[in-house]
């Protein structure tokens, strides 16, 4: 995840830079179900409203949840499917509350309403992130169901009503990047806490949608659109979270937007971006699926690096003798054609090598989602 608001801030109250550091252990996305009301199309569970056999009980959850306190894991993000379909969610949260992690909540927002709001407030999540893939008939299409704007933007406003940490999630694709600015727009009109705009990745239904991923050009356009954004909106005083995630050749474009607009700033700039070291999946982000599998994030489910009904997750997560794990830890790591070559690859380590790998059968191969130029990483 690239912060872009705290870079942002590093142009006007830059502080000091110090060395890449990993947390204690990786925050954990958690599909605690696969089971979901909706069937979007860039879903990487692929999932559908029915039951999945074979998933974890809430005894086994609560289970590997003490096996990922011991393992120092900060961060649970409770998903899906929609978690909110999990017959045991508030208790779940609950008891990751009172057992210390930071929990969100990540939902598609059509199933909160006035009647469980409450109770949702009431496991006091620290983050509650819902989807929304574009403004009114453009999400209704995407999330195949007419009426989940409304759905999902009412859920919106009864959480932050309530004074919960509320977010959006966006995935841009040549479909629906013209309901960027509009979302901007709502972010701010709504007074909703956060942005995080999610490249298109190669997994699940977004795999087999991959012909509609946005050409670099709109997606550097958006990218300078959400710098712009941000720093206008901390200019005025707004007090906004933008984030991107899912492509971390963000970070290089933004030193060249800072290159560009704030030459003086530059250098600091650079050496924060070396300290926040990129993209992070296997190291600091982990993913454990419906069935209790072990992957080093959520778009790698055709991986599993061990299952938490046999080991332990710090046993499985430690593990190194995986090749793929032990590259991933790597720094830099063993990546090939540009991204080799590429001047920044400390900035942005590599990027998405689950997408080079569908596309190229490579997991070190060049990430064909970067989307500078040649010469842009040659300095």
Request: proline letters at 4%; a neutral charge; charged letters at 25%.
């Amino acid at each position: 995840m690239f912060r872009i608001s705290q870079f942002i801030a590093e142009i006007d109250t830059p502080t000091p830079a110090g060395p890449r550091r990993n947390p204690p252990g990786p925050v954990v996305i958690w599909n605690l179900l696969r089971r979901c009301n909706l069937t979007c199309q860039h879903c990487y569970s692929v999932s559908t409203d029915t039951h999945f056999p074979g998933e974890l009980s809430t005894p086994e959850i609560y289970r590997v949840m003490d096996d990922l306190k011991a393992a120092r894991v900060p961060v649970l993000i409770l998903s899906g499917g929609e978690p909110l379909l999990h017959p045991d969610i508030f208790a779940i949260a609950r008891r990751a509350k009172a057992m210390g992690f930071y929990v969100a909540l990540s939902s598609n927002g059509t199933l909160i309403n006035a009647q469980n709001i409450g109770e949702i407030a009431a496991c006091h999540f620290d983050y509650v992130g819902v989807s929304l893939d574009g403004l009114g008939a453009t999400h209704d299409r995407f999330r195949r169901m007419e009426g989940a704007f409304e759905a999902s933007l009412n859920a919106i406003r009864l959480c932050r009503d309530l004074e919960l940490k509320i977010g959006v999630r966006y995935t841009m694709t040549q479909d629906n990047a013209q309901d960027l600015p509009g979302l901007l727009a709502l972010i701010e009109h709504e007074a909703i806490d956060r942005f995080y705009f999610s490249h298109l990745n190669y997994a699940g239904r977004g795999n087999k949608n991959r012909a509609s991923d946005a050409r670099h050009r709109m997606t550097r356009e958006a990218m300078t659109r959400l710098f712009d954004t941000a720093l206008a909106l901390r200019r005025r005083g707004v007090v906004k979270e933008f984030t991107s995630g899912n492509n971390d050749a963000d970070g290089v474009w933004f030193l060249h937007w800072v290159r560009a607009n704030f030459p003086e700033r530059a250098a600091h700039i650079e050496a924060k971006l070396q300290q926040w070291g990129g993209n992070a999946s296997g190291v600091n982000v982990a993913n454990i699926d419906n069935l209790g599998k072990v992957h080093p994030d959520t778009m790698w489910w055709h991986r599993t690096l061990g299952d938490v009904r046999e080991r332990s997750f710090g046993d499985i997560w430690h593990d190194r003798s995986d090749s793929v794990m032990a590259g991933l830890q790597g720094f830099p790591r063993p990546v090939e054609g540009r991204c080799a070559t590429c001047a920044h690859l400390r900035l942005c380590n590599g990027n998405t090598r689950v997408r080079a790998e569908q596309l190229s059968g490579n997991v070190w191969a060049e990430d064909p989602g970067c989307y500078l130029s040649d010469e842009e990483i040659a300095h």
